[in-house]
Each structure stands twice: as C-alpha cells, then as structure tokens.
C-alpha cells in the first residue's frame, strides 16, 4: 500500500499545493515528539528535494528546540476530499531567521502573514505515500483569521516580547535560541 518515490514529482508537488493543511513531527533524541498541524499557504516546494515552511509565532518552538537537538523532520499531507493518499517528506532542516541573508529572498516566496518567526529550510531525502483510505472526508470552509489578528494587534514589538516570554524553550527545556537568532 505504500511507496517509496525518489523525489517530489509534479503529481506530488501538485498535491502538496492544493491541501489546505499540513503536520509537521519533529523530537530530539530525548523527550517529548511534537506533531503540529499548518495552513494558511504557509509551505512551498522549491524542487523536487526541497520544500520552505514559513513558521508564524505559536505557542511553542518545539521544531526550532528539536531540530536543534536532532536534525530530523516529517511533514505529512493527507487528502480530505477528492482520491485518498497521504503523502510524508522525510529529511533535514535549516532554520533561517529574520537576521541571515536569504531571509528576504525565501520570505519573498510568501504572501505576507503578520508574526513570521523563522522559515525552515528541508532537504527532502524520503518520500512516501500511501493509500489514505481510511482518512475520512472532510470540507474545506475557509481559513481562520485569528492568528493573523492577534499578531496585528500584538505589532512586532509584542510579538518580539512574546517570543522572550513564550518561545524561548521547548516543553522539555531545549532552548530554541529565537532571540539570538533574531536579534
């Protein structure tokens, strides 16, 4: 039922870019694992063995905090509508803050979201799919407005204070290092 692919191919690209939400699994060699679901237009693949996953301010920094232990990531798409398949990238990351130098060229790729945090940069170096038979279906009604409020009205300075206050470790105390990398 599953299968192992070389690389992203133009079906699997066209795939990834019509969900409407991802997961994300990341976890350090000790710890907890965190999975975390993703919308809002916020991954693109750039060739057939790279994605970019513009990462707005949350809750938490686990991916930041694990890969930084353990450089290893999953983002998993499934199909809710339509043929089932779920499809995994499997590989590495580089994170790239606000202060590198590619930070303006990969945001570019970006409609602008208020509360970016950092892009992950991955080096696909498995792909999987299977069938997704027993994903049930589900609509798509629209996406929620919420996160994008609050980052506006919390402006950079407030998103810069919740970052000191909220993001600077992981649930198992790995630092996530979000203050140095961004100034």
């Known amino acids: 039922m599953s299968k192992i692919h070389p690389e992203i191919t133009d079906k699997l690209s066209t795939f990834i870019e019509q969900q409407k939400i991802f997961f994300v699994a990341t ?13 809002m237009d916020s991954l693109r693949v750039l060739n057939e063995k790279r994605v970019i996953w513009l990462n707005l301010t949350g809750s938490g920094n686990e991916t930041s905090a694990h890969l930084q232990q353990a450089n290893r990531i999953t983002i998993m798409f499934c199909s809710f509508s339509g043929t ?3 499809l ?9 803050s606000r202060e590198d130098s590619e930070w303006e060229r990969l945001h570019s790729l970006f409609k602008p979201l208020p509360g970016c945090r950092q892009i992950f940069d991955i080096e696909v170096d498995l792909v999987q799919t299977s069938c997704g038979t027993g994903v049930p279906l589900f609509e798509y009604i629209d996406d929620r407005d919420q996160l994008n409020s609050w980052a506006i009205k ?11 206050d909220k993001n600077q470790l992981s649930l198992d105390g790995f630092a996530t290092n979000i203050i140095k990398k961004n100034g």
């Open 27 to 39: 976890a350090a060699q000790q710890g907890r694992v965190n999975i975390s679901p993703k919308g």
């Open 84 to 86: 089932p398949m779920i």
């Open 88 to 96: 995994r990238l499997y590989g590495k990351a580089r994170e790239v």
């Open 154 to 164: 919390k402006g950079e300075q407030g998103i810069r204070k919740y970052w000191e």
